[in-house]
């Protein structure tokens, strides 16, 4: 049987099944999880060759936890009675994100990876996976299952999943910010 993929070639029957399935019915086979625990061993240079293309905000826990009025006052050393508006909202919403990016609380952050499968026939289909950092224990692999490419596995990560992709989307919009929202009563 001949591997078109990176990883041993007896792994290539389990993509082949893997590839069939998703392509027949857009169901899983069990099989897929000998090729992920493979990428998470062996094959992880692999696997971390799409390192570093994209990065995912998980842009609601964020705001579950950050994107409210309270939050701003506390953190801006505002009165209680100061009226927020959504120029200050925007603001403390866009210094949250940039905080994630310079060091901040990691666990609203993923990196995005993705690998293609190859079948013999020539079928292919895309693992999609988010790296998360779990401090001192390291990266951990959260996979996201099979898409037809990787731009639909992005497209499912924003649409589905309410994450925020960059730099494929570019910088949250001010109506994003607003949209999570949480305002005092």
Known sequence: MTNVNNFPVELQAACNASVASFKQSHELSPVLEKIKEWLEVD??????????????????????????????????????????????RIKWGRQCINDLFDGGDESFLCDVLCYELKAANGDTAVIGCLLENQGQGGPVCDWQGLFSTKEE?????????????????????????????????
Do not use: H, R
Not at 59 to 65: D, E, N, R, S, T
Not at 170 to 185: C, F, H, M, P, R
């Open 153 to 185: 596995f992005l497209n499912s990560l924003a649409q589905e999943w309410g994450f925020w992709i960059t730099p494929l989307m570019g910088d949250v919009t001010d109506e994003v910010i607003l949209s999570y929202w949480q305002k005092n009563a």
């Open 43 to 88: 094959g992880w240079d692999n696997l971390l060759a799409d390192y570093g293309e994209n990065t995912a905000i998980k842009i609601g826990g964020l705001a579950q936890y950050q994107f409210n009025d309270d939050e701003l006052l506390a953190n801006l050393d505002l009165p209680s009675d100061y009226k927020v508006a959504d120029i200050d």
